[in-house]
């Protein structure tokens, strides 16, 4: 009976110790975490990541490769075949495409701004080459020509040149004589051919009609652009008398990624209207000017133009 009650104890035994080592391996499996292996093959590089992490894999990148049938970015090798278990933890190496090495040049003549053909060319594996404008009657900015061809083939990574528009050319004319004209007139000719009366000096002329015109920088009948800056020089009295100050105009272009646009400021008196500038600037540049203005006075800014503002001149 003892010998009975032996055996049964020792069977008892086993059984515990074999329960305890299969629960055991359970535990040890299932912390562990036993998963299978994706096809990663043809997923974006983000995507892929993603899946790993959801199975509490890692990946490494370990190489970069062309390849001519597997997008930019895309995985075109796993470390690890598709379908096998593996334990969490591990992890995964990759090879990820860099795309074709021969690319198509895109289509850029065209677009509206040289910032928009540059992401085009970032976009397709292409990168902006050297850039040039030139006056044309397309709007500011807009690609006229590149080089190479839209179509042709090149190696991913070359520059792709681009020749943009400045924007139609200023009309040249013939600067007019001045001389004899009371400023009054003067002043408003120059401000209806598009040019800018920079400043105004005065010189005993014995004779002269008072506030006439003696003098201007820019020699009569020569060919001038709109916007070029005109000096005169007059006789003491009539309109030159109103008491005359010096005051400095500021404006900063808009700083939104276009090209150059035109800034044209006009200034208000008790001498008239009159443009004092009118030039092509680029996007947030600070212009200043220094403008001679007599009695109560304002400036209105245009830029391409649209108006842009106005100030009283103290």
Known sequence: ?????????????????????????MRISVRGGIVTMPDLR???????????????????????????TVPYGAVIQ???????????????????????????????????????????LQ???????????????????TVLAQSP???????????????????PEPPARLMPDLRGSGLAAARALVGRMGLVLRQVAERPAPGAAPGS????????????????????????GGAAQIPARLATLSFTMPNDGVQERRLIIVVRDSLGQRPVYNRMVGPGVLVSRDVLVHGPATASFSVGGVTAGAQTIP
Not at 43 to 64: N, Q
Not at 88 to 95: D, E, L
Not at 222 to 228: D, L
């Open 123 to 141: 976009q397709n594996g292409l990168v902006p080459g050297l850039a040039d404008s030139i006056p044309s009657a397309q709007p500011a900015g």
């Open 149 to 167: 061809e839209a179509g042709q083939q090149v190696d991913r990574g070359q520059g792709v040149g681009l020749l943009v528009s400045a924007g």
């Open 42 to 68: 043809g997923m974006p590089k983000a995507v892929a990541d993603g899946r790993l992490r959801s199975l509490g894999l890692d990946m490494e990148v370990s190489e970069e490769r062309y390849s001519a």
């Open 78 to 120: 796993q470390s690890i075949e598709p379908g096998s278990a593996l334990k969490r933890g591990r992890t995964i190496a990759v090879v990820v495409s860099v795309g074709d090495k021969v690319l198509q040049v895109p289509q850029l003549v065209g677009s509206p701004s040289a910032r928009q053909a540059e992401l085009i």
């Open 1 to 25: 009976m003892r010998e009975v009650l032996f055996w049964l104890k020792l069977t008892g035994l086993g059984l515990l110790l074999g329960a305890t080592a299969f629960f055991g391996v």
């Open 213 to 236: 015109v003696l003098a201007q920088s820019v020699s009569p009948y020569s060919r001038v652009e709109e916007g070029s800056e005109v000096d005169l020089t007059v006789a003491p």
